[in-house]
């Protein structure tokens, strides 16, 4: 697919633009081909869901027998409503050229009682499963015995697993974690961004997950390798940005994918200018100003105390100690006990994110700068 503009700001389209990441797949790839489940987290935005996709992309490209799965559980609120989504995913995609494969696989998907539509664009038949809650737990071993049936090498990759915590239903963590222990050739890739979640599951011996996964995580892309890759598609507009001016850009917002792909973009939206330190302020500054609405609005819905300790932490950037009597007294902060209790509130919110240093910072890089500019 060609775009428009080369630096998307949402989805994965393909490795022409997709930066770097190369151990980072390795490292995947080679996991999975080993036969390991994969705990992929790392904090927000800064492309876990990319690296799955280019991870797949690959694995397709260099074996045509494999079967990726990708689901994005995110918006399911029960595990009735995830077994849903990773039916859909699944079911009916595994054809394979032997026909009484075929009909032992098409038997699986009839059990599931699909509804058959037309797809809108290719009039070609399309399944939806419907999964009522009684039916939860089989419909998922189904889905998985029709992988396990279908013989090939199968790989889901289920992003924003830390939604399975909040499901009412007991247990299903501990399902998910005895179907998949039985089928030998699917490899499961598990990821999320809320450390404190994933962590209580993965890495608790109390936990049905412990000790079953691989644990990986990402970080910023370099930033040599960034500023080659975006100047490849500047060049073919005639300019280039600079070491120094890539340097100011990546360091705004501490080489965050996301936030550098925004500004990436906004820049590449205007050819004629020069791609300079000034024009890469004003971009945040354009940028910040679109979202003023909503910054507004998440400040408003702060408590007194939160929105001083936002702002405090915002001001200073990184810090180590919010509840030290140093800090507090500059930023004219409440008791210790009560800056606790609103950084706790404010990291349940994700306005602030504890580093692996155990540094909290702001976690909305713009978001930060806005704050710091009140
Ligand atoms: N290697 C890359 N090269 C270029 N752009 C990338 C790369 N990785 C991610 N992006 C872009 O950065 C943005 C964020 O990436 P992605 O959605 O993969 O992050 P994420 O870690 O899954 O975020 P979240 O935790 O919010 O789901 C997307 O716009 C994506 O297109
Ligand atoms: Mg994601």
């Known amino acids: 697919m060609k775009l428009e503009n080369p630096f998307p700001e949402y989805g994965y389209f393909g490795a022409e633009y997709f930066c770097d990441r190369e151990q980072e797949t390795k490292t995947l790839t080679e996991a999975l081909r080993n ?47 995830m077994v849903k989504f990773v039916a859909n995913a699944v079911m009916g995609r595994l054809d394979t050229p032997s026909q009484s494969v075929r009909r032992k696989l098409s038997s699986f998907v009839a059990a599931l009682r699909p509804t058959m539509s037309p797809d809108p664009i290719s009039g070609l038949p399309t399944f939806s499963f419907n999964v009522v809650p009684e039916n939860a737990r089989e419909t998922l071993e189904q889905v998985f015995q029709y992988m396990k049936e ?3 090498q199968c790989y889901l990759a289920l992003d924003e697993f830390q939604q399975v915590s909040t499901y009412s239903e007991i247990g299903a963590d501990s399902f998910i974690r005895s179907i998949i222990q039985f089928v030998p050739n699917v490899h499961l890739i598990f990821s999320g961004s809320q450390q404190h979640l994933l962590a209580d599951m993965f890495m608790s011996p109390k936990h049905p997950f412990f000790n079953s996964s691989q644990i990986m995580t990402i970080g910023e892309i370099d930033a040599d390798k960034y500023r080659e890759f975006a100047n490849g598609f500047f060049r073919k507009q005639g300019r280039e940005m600079p070491e120094e001016v890539f340097t100011l850009l ?10 550098v792909q925004k500004i990436l973009n906004r820049l590449y939206r205007s050819p004629k200018e020069e791609l300079s330190q000034e024009a890469v302020n004003r971009t945040v500054g354009i940028i910040l100003a679109e979202q003023e609405i909503n910054y507004q609005s998440n400040y408003n819905l702060l408590t007194e105390n939160q929105a001083l300790l936002l702002s405090a932490i915002a001001r200073e950037g990184v810090v ?19 800056v606790k209790l609103a950084l706790k509130s404010l990291q349940d919110k994700e306005f602030v994110f504890q580093t692996q240093k155990g540094e909290y910072i702001v976690y909305d890089r713009f978001f930060g700068m806005w704050l710091k500019r009140l």
């Not at 876990?48 to 079967?67: N, S, W, Y």
Request: aromatic share 12%; hydrophobic share 35%.
């Open 320 to 338: 180590s100690a919010p509840t030290s009597l140093d800090f507090i007294l500059r930023y004219r902060l409440p008791a210790p006990s009560s």
């Open 250 to 259: 990546y360091n705004m917002v501490d080489g965050q994918t996301w936030y």
């Open 150 to 152: 279908s013989g090939q």
């Open 35 to 81: 036969g390991s489940n994969v705990m992929l987290m790392a904090p927000r935005r800064i492309g876990k869901t990319g690296l799955i996709h280019h991870t797949f992309e690959r694995m397709k490209a260099e074996d045509k027998h494999v079967q990726c799965f990708y689901v994005d559980i995110f918006p399911t609120k029960s595990f009735s409503q």
